[in-house]
């Protein structure tokens, strides 16, 4: 039997799928884990080790996918009519706008009339998104990537560069490391034996 609190749908167009999304779990009432579990529940790929969604964020729809220790931050405008892919490690400032559709240009009469199209957006590992950047259909920012504050992002990135203006151009290359592929984690009786053998 269909439970009549779970929308059938997972976008926008569903009245309770965006009561449970984009008013209840963005309320800044609500708890992080409740927040995510609600995303969850609602059909978002939220990974478990995802840090936080801060609170009055919009989704369009469910077809989102965000990776471990990513970071979205207040206000964030996500119209996620086509794919999003938000990387490892992410971390988006307040008021960031992601659009992944748009219309084809039409006759002079009607410029917007054109079909409309979906382009998915992909934002790579370790990237940082400034303050009120805004990000067009079917751009991949590659990772270890910074946006500046204020940015249009209009076509692909390189990897670890700073990009900033209007439209986004390279400013600065940033430093390249890697990071381990694998992070042991001591408890604190395991770090003190390492710290105890390192000394002698």
């Not at 979906?118 to 805004?134: E, M, N, R, S």
Request: glycine share 8%.
């Amino acid at each position: 039997m269909h439970n009549p609190l779970r929308p059938r749908t997972t976008y926008a167009a569903s009245r309770r799928w965006t009561f449970w999304v984009n008013t209840v779990a963005a309320s800044p009432y609500m708890s992080q884990k409740w927040r995510k579990r609600v995303y969850r529940a609602m059909g978002m790929d939220i990974h478990p080790e995802a840090f936080e969604i801060g609170s009055r964020c919009y989704f369009h729809s469910a077809d989102v996918s965000i990776g471990p220790r990513t970071r979205i931050n207040d206000r964030c405008w996500f119209e996620n009519t086509g794919h999003l892919e938000i990387g490892a490690g992410v971390a988006v400032a307040p008021h960031v706008r992601v659009v992944t559709s748009t219309h084809r240009i039409g006759p002079s009469w009607s410029r917007a009339s054109g079909g409309w199209e979906y382009h998915p957006v992909t934002i790579g590992d370790g990237c940082w998104i400034g303050a009120g950047a805004l990000v067009q259909p079917g751009v991949t920012i590659e990772r270890g990537c910074i946006i500046a504050p204020g940015a249009v992002v209009t076509v692909n990135t390189d990897p670890d560069w700073l990009y900033g203006g209007v439209p986004a151009r390279k400013l600065r290359q940033l430093d390249a490391t890697e990071r381990p592929t694998a992070v042991r984690r001591l408890t604190a009786v395991q770090a003190r034996r390492v710290w105890a053998r390192a000394r002698a």
